[in-house]
């Protein structure tokens, strides 16, 4: 959990699994999906290139965001692009959902992310790279929304990492 150089960013270490279990759901799909058309008889060039698109496609949709944090920036990247913005200079937080839910960051210049709060609670690095960012945000006062919303999730996160230090040495 600890990283070796101060300066490299924070990673999400359950992504490379994510990212496998996504790259072999769409191998198995790809392979069955190949192997029925073959069967029975009706695999041609251009079946075999939809099969391969489709999959391609599936791909895409099941890989996982990837997140990353550093001292004052936080970003997400995903298939198509990278949203990035600079945690010391937030400006507004908002939570949308409760069942599936989602943080939307933006920052003084302009960035702008969406975040999975489950992402922060697994990874306690770059939970504390944006919660190091926060209290510079509300330091210099450009974070002007949102700053409850951050402390509730902090107060979750910490509660889920309190009961499962009390499950692991067996008091709870």
Do not use: K
């Not at 990673?11 to 759901?25: E, F, N």
């Not at 210099?140 to 902090?154: I, M, P």
Request: proline fraction near 4%; charged fraction near 20%.
């Amino acid at each position: 959990m600890t990283r070796t150089d101060p300066r490299a960013p924070a990673g999400d270490r359950h992504w490379r699994g994510s990212a496998r279990l996504a790259a072999t759901c769409t191998l198995v799909f790809c392979t069955l999906s190949l192997l029925v058309d073959w069967d029975a008889g009706s695999l041609t060039l251009p079946r075999a290139l939809l099969w391969l698109t489709l999959s391609a496609t599936l791909f895409a949709v099941l890989l996982p965001h990837r997140v990353s944090a550093g001292p004052g920036w936080l970003a997400v990247h995903t298939t198509w692009r990278r949203q990035i913005v600079r945690t010391d200079a937030l400006v507004a937080v908002r939570q949308y959902g409760d069942v599936s839910s989602h943080l939307i960051l933006r920052d003084a210049h302009g960035g702008r992310l969406e975040l999975d709060p489950r992402v922060l609670a697994a990874n306690p690095l770059i939970w504390h790279e944006l919660d190091t960012g926060v209290h510079r945000s509300i330091e210099r006062g450009t974070l002007r929304h949102g700053a409850d919303v951050l402390a509730q999730l902090g107060q979750r996160i910490d509660d889920e990492t309190a009961r499962a230090v009390l499950r692991a040495s067996g008091l709870s």
